[in-house]
């Protein structure tokens, strides 16, 4: 059965991976696979009878030599490794020693195990079909089903069900000097009532952040589609759009002051009729949506802990800037944002969006904040654009989509530089990390200012991640966080929209391997 071979291709990794290496160790003739010890000479020998193809080995051990290492394997397993030089003010993540000098090499084999678990797309496609099953609601199905996601992608990506289980992560994250950004995931709410649940789920999740390792936590953030019903706010970025194009056809008496929304370039083609207003009772629920909005912000506000405000579709991000702008306004009057929105660089129009708000912004002497991305929703994007007969709003080529990251972000910074914005750099490419940080020292932007944070999945870019704290920024990783069936529907989600990113992992294995290879032979050797 199709979730017997999910399980069993799960089950007890780390135990599997380790084993197998002292199993290794212990033999006549040992062997260690590439994945480890990356590019060395084949070394022919038979392991247990059988015949492996693509197993490397910088040597080939005897039995003599196998036993006198086989101590210094567990010391090698369970040790982290200090390095006599580490690199500080620079962007550097090709020293290995240095770069994973605080990680044991049993987190870097389950790092890598689950780096190629996750880069396999036929695996990917296969467990997203099994959860989806209707089987998943039986208990006997879904128990073992849920249990190898916990042991895999979800003990990759999320910081645990309970509050001790992320408290340990975000622990361990503060020793390797991370931080954490608390997500409370959950999907598009359908009514009131589910949208009332949500937010006495965030509102718990602010709390906890008091339970926590002090410090560890950077933001908290929501997903405006589980506060207000999507079809609501469908309908008000309907009406926010032909505002936009017809300023003088249409008024909107329930709109609140807000910065700019829409720029020249901004895609319309959502809205191609005049929309109905809002009904009475539609105006009554938005009002209820922008309420819910106002008490997490200020719970937030309450704690000093800034909330970050996801991006989401083009057919409702309007109204979701709407309603984080109008947010800014009200919580961004000190010296630091609470409120912080999010810019997708993927998006044509990104660069004067984000002009247009920040300026506004600058000229009422509010502080801006806002998450820099590139997107995710690529294939939803076009795809709804190309039933309309409309041109896709994403940029071009993924060239052009760097470009627009790095000028919103260099944009940004130089307004972090004049103590107008704050900005979080959300981003998994190493060109777009080493330009921000050439940015900083250009800007004299102080290592460890958080107007200059940055951000990426847990689980993905750790060397980007490491890297940037060994040069001194503030550093946070994305923590879903609760229990493994309130999750999964999030990373189901993330895992379709962020096929592309899940199988480009490939220079962090390679980094891994390398150094995994070299704590490997020193220990051989030494």
């Given at each position: ?23 290794r160790?212990?033999?006549s ?7 480890f ?21 910088s ?20 040790a982290t ?94 020793e390797?000097?991370?931080?954490g ?17 949500n ?15 002090a ?14 019903p ?34 020249p ?17 539609e ?8 309420e ?6 200020k ?8 909330l ?71 294939s939803?994007e ?18 052009d ?66 890297g ?59």
């Amino acid at each position: 059965m199709a979730w017997r071979a999910l399980l069993a291709s799960s089950k007890g990794n780390r135990n599997i991976l380790l084993g197998g290496l002292r199993n290794r160790f212990e033999r006549s003739e040992v062997r260690v696979s590439a994945s480890f010890v990356g590019n060395s000479e084949v070394c022919g020998s038979k392991l247990g009878g059988d015949t492996s193809q693509g197993l490397f080995n910088s040597r080939c051990l005897t039995s003599e030599s196998a036993q006198r290492s086989a101590p210094a394997l567990q010391d090698w397993i369970g040790a982290t490794v200090v390095p006599d030089i580490i690199n500080h003010g620079n962007l550097q993540i090709e020293n290995g020693e240095a770069l994973y000098s605080a990680m044991s090499s049993r987190e870097l084999l389950s790092t890598l195990f689950n780096l190629y678990l996750v880069a396999y797309e036929p695996l990917v496609d296969l467990s997203i079909k099994v959860l989806r099953l209707p089987l998943m609601k039986h208990a006997a199905f879904r128990i073992p089903v849920l249990q190898a996601v916990k042991q895999t992608a979800y003990s990759h990506f999320c910081a645990g069900e309970n509050v001790a289980e992320a408290s340990a992560t975000l622990q361990r994250m503060w020793e390797l000097g991370l931080k954490g950004i608390l997500d409370y995931s959950l999907e598009d709410a359908t009514d009131n009532d589910s949208c009332d649940q949500n937010l006495q789920g965030f509102l718990n999740t602010v709390q906890t952040t008091l339970r926590l390792p002090a410090g560890s936590v950077s933001f908290a953030c929501v997903k405006i589609t589980a506060l207000c019903p999507l079809p609501l706010l469908e309908r008000v970025s309907d009406l926010l759009r032909w505002r936009h194009l017809h300023p003088d056809q249409i008024s909107l008496p329930w709109m609140q002051d807000t910065l700019p929304i829409l720029a020249p370039s901004s895609p319309t083609y959502h809205t191609f009729t005049a929309p109905e207003p809002l009904t009475a009772t539609e105006e009554k629920h938005l009002k209820l949506a922008e309420e819910r909005l106002r008490t997490l912000c200020k719970s937030c506000e309450e704690n000093s802990l800034p909330l970050l405000i996801d991006a989401e579709y083009t057919s409702v991000q309007p109204a979701i800037d709407y309603f984080t702008f109008s947010a800014s306004l009200e919580f961004n009057k000190s010296a630091k944002p609470v409120v912080y929105g999010t810019v997708q660089a993927y998006l044509q129009d990104a660069l004067p969006r984000l002009q247009l708000a920040s300026d506004e912004a600058t000229r009422r002497g509010i502080q801006i904040g806002l998450k820099l991305v590139r997107g995710a929703y690529i294939s939803r994007e076009s795809a709804l654009a190309a039933s309309l007969g409309a041109p896709s709003p994403i940029h071009s080529s993924i060239q052009d989509t760097h470009n627009c990251y790095d000028a919103c972000a260099s944009l940004m910074m130089e307004k972090a530089a004049m103590a107008e914005a704050s900005v979080v750099l959300a981003t998994h490419n190493f060109q777009s990390g080493k330009a921000a940080a050439a940015k900083a020292e250009e800007l004299n932007i102080r290592k460890g200012n958080d107007r200059v944070q940055f951000a990426q999945l847990k689980g993905m870019a750790d060397s980007l991640s490491l890297g940037l704290v060994q040069a001194g920024f503030q550093v946070s990783k994305y923590l879903p966080f609760g229990p493994v069936d309130h999750v999964m529907p999030y990373l189901i989600r993330r895992a379709e929209e962020n096929r592309g990113l899940l199988s480009t992992t490939t220079a962090d294995r390679q980094r891994i391997s390398k150094e995994l290879s070299r704590r490997l032979q020193a220990v051989i050797v030494g």
